[in-house]
């Protein structure tokens, strides 16, 4: 399997959708982007990057 946001091999690799997120500032509100697609990250790219848990298989 290779992680799709660091390109890296690992066994495991989990389906997450990828998150923007827009830190607040002091004329702007903070912003959550959630993406529709589906994609799959390594362990340390779950930790690392914003993310949102995507149920395995199925649409
Ligand atoms: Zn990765």
């Known amino acids: 399997m290779t992680c ?3 390109g890296a091999d ?3 690799v989990y ?3 990828r998150m923007y997120v827009t830190p607040a ?3 702007t509100e903070g ?4 993406l529709d697609e589906v994609e799959r990250w ?4 779950c930790t690392h ?3 949102r ?3 395995a298989g199925g649409s």
Do not use: F, K, M, N
């Open 4 to 6: 799709e946001s660091c």
């Open 10 to 12: 690992d066994d495991t």
């Open 15 to 17: 389906p997450v959708h």
């Open 25 to 27: 500032d002091w004329d």
């Open 31 to 34: 912003r959550e982007v959630v």
């Open 42 to 45: 390594c362990y340390a790219c």
């Open 49 to 51: 990057y914003p993310h």
């Open 53 to 55: 848990p995507a149920s």
